[in-house]
C-alpha cells in the first residue's frame, strides 16, 4: 500500500503541463510530503469536472458522508483501494462506475525490506514533471470531495523498490486521461486499464533514514537528504 505522496509542483507548472486550470488556484499548496494518515488535501480532476483541477480529502468515504473523516478512518484505511473492493462494496462500487478521478502527483514513496532493515525510495518520472495516478472519489455532505487512490499489484520496475506489500499505484498517462473519466467506459475497459496499465520512464531515488523527520517547507528544502539516484 502507499500512504505518502508527493506534489512539489507549482501551480503554473501543473496547469501549463494538463492544460486545465485550478479551480481554487489560491488553496493550491506544493507539498514535497502529502501524508495519508493525516486530513490532507490531493489535487485532482474527476469526472463532473474534466476541465479543472479540484482538491479533495485524501480517504473514501460514502457520499453524503455526515461525520469527521477521523471517525471514518478510524474505523477503516480507504487511503488506498483495490479494483476488487471497488466492484464487491456496493458504496465503492457507485463510486467507482459514476465518480473517477486523476490524482494529480509529482512522485510517491516506496519502501523496501532489505537485511532485516527498511530502506524508502522516492518514485518519479525521469523528467520530473506531475503526473496522474488513478483515484476514485465521492462528494460528503457539507459539500467537500474525498477521493482514494487505486491499487494494484507492482510491476517489475516497482518491486526493486517496494516489497512490504505487493501494491502500488495505478498510473493513467496523459493521452489516457480522458478515456479514464469518461462516463460511458466500460468495465472491462477500466480493468484493463488498472491490470495493464501504460507506465511511464520512471526513476527511483533512495532516501536516507531521516528524510520523513525534516520539515520540507519550501521549495529550496526539497529532497535534501536523497541519497542517490536508482536506474
Not at 46 to 60: D, Q, V
Amino acid at each position: 500500500m502507499i500512504y505518502k505522496l508527493s506534489n512539489d509542483a507549482g501551480k503554473d507548472e501543473i496547469e501549463q503541463e494538463f492544460g486545465i486550470p485550478f479551480r481554487y488556484p489560491k488553496l493550491y499548496r506544493p507539498n514535497p510530503i502529502i501524508n495519508g494518515f493525516h486530513e490532507i488535501n490531493l489535487s485532482v480532476v474527476t469526472m463532473e469536472e474534466p476541465k479543472r483541477i479540484s482538491l479533495a480529502i485524501w480517504g473514501l468515504m460514502p457520499q453524503d458522508f455526515k461525520e469527521d473523516w477521523h471517525i471514518f478512518q478510524d474505523n477503516t484505511n480507504t487511503l488506498n483501494v483495490k479494483i476488487e473492493e471497488l466492484e464487491d462494496i456496493d458504496w465503492m462500487r457507485e463510486s467507482f462506475k459514476e465518480r473517477r478521478c486523476l490524482i494529480i502527483v509529482t512522485g510517491f514513496f516506496t519502501h523496501l525490506l532489505e537485511n532485516g532493515n527498511t530502506c524508502s525510495f522516492y518514485i518519479h518520472q525521469a523528467n520530473n514533471k506531475p503526473f496522474y495516478l488513478a483515484g476514485t472519489y465521492n462528494r460528503l455532505n457539507d459539500g467537500f470531495l474525498c477521493t482514494a487512490l487505486l491499487v494494484d499489484k507492482t510491476d517489475t520496475f516497482l518491486t526493486k523498490y517496494h516489497n512490504i506489500s505487493n501494491l502500488c499505484p495505478v498510473i493513467i498517462p496523459k493521452p489516457m486521461a480522458m478515456d479514464w473519466l469518461n462516463k460511458d467506459a466500460s468495465l472491462s475497459s477500466l480493468e484493463e486499464m488498472v491490470k495493464q496499465p501504460k507506465q511511464l520512464e520512471l526513476k527511483a531515488k533512495r532516501l536516507s533514514n531521516a528524510y520523513f523527520l525534516q520539515n520540507m517547507t519550501t521549495d529550496t528544502q526539497k529532497f535534501p537528504l536523497i541519497l542517490e539516484s536508482q536506474d
